[in-house]
């Protein structure tokens, strides 16, 4: 299993470019999220997913669109990049059990944008 | 509302000392808790975690940690630590009903020779 996978490793964008970031999973968990990390202030949630077709927003949303059309893949696309959107960017995965209850996410190796 | 507060920014400790990495959680309900590593460069991985049962809960490379109510923490310990473990600790607080859950700022650990 290749775990979670994202794409690229590093961006550079001006402000004002669009870009999505790619990240797919192939260990079948529905819950699929996105994270951004930022010096002193630890991961936090941008959005997340239960399940194909459903999305939902985190703490931070402003700034990113998800969509969810298949099992796998969790794409986070930033649609007019600001410089306050440099950070780096985590997919995470995590088995969905029942009752609902948080679980093991698994991380991938992370996308490092920064925006100028 | 949950919070998870991690009081040490930046842990020194030299090889073979033993460790404790500080965690405090606000929930009011029984939280579901985790301790995660991340090494340079990389994403997160799962050193442990406490759903219910049994306080102490053991972990992978040698960590373990105890999750005590009445002090609403969970810190993370090691006897005898390695240079290999110099990396970033962060807990994770979630609650049951949802899979998110949040995460502390983190500690950076250094390991001194």
Redesign the interface.
């Known amino acids: 299993n290749a775990g979670v996978t994202q794409t690229p490793k590093f961006q550079v964008l001006k402000t004002g470019q669009s870009m999505t970031l790619q990240c797919a999973q192939d260990m079948n968990h529905e819950y699929m999220s996105w994270y951004r990390q930022d010096p002193g202030m630890g991961l936090r949630l941008i959005h997340y997913s239960v399940g194909a077709g459903i999305t939902d927003q985190g703490e931070v949303p402003n700034g990113y669109n998800v969509s969810r059309s298949t099992t796998e893949d969790f794409p986070l696309r930033l649609l007019s990049a600001a410089p306050s959107q440099t950070s780096v960017y985590f997919c995470a995965s995590s088995y969905s059990p029942a009752p609902v209850r948080p679980y093991e996410q698994y991380f991938g190796p992370g996308t490092r944008l920064t925006v100028t | 509302a949950q919070s998870v507060t991690q009081p040490d ?1 930046h842990i020194t400790v030299s090889e073979g000392a033993s460790l404790e990495l500080r965690c405090n959680y606000s929930y009011g309900a029984t939280p ?1 808790l ?1 301790w995660y590593v991340q090494s340079p ?6 050193l442990l ?1 406490y ?1 219910s049962g049994d306080t102490l809960v053991q972990g992978i490379k040698g960590f373990e940690a105890e999750f005590k109510r009445s002090q609403s923490s969970f810190n993370l310990r090691k006897p005898s630590v390695h240079w290999s473990d110099a990396a970033e600790y ?1 807990c994770a607080v ?13 500690t950076r650990l250094k390991v001194l020779a």
């Open positions: 920014i579901y985790f460069g990389q994403g997160l991985q799962l975690k759903f962060f979630g609650a049951s009903g949802t899979y998110k859950y949040i995460f502390g700022t983190g």
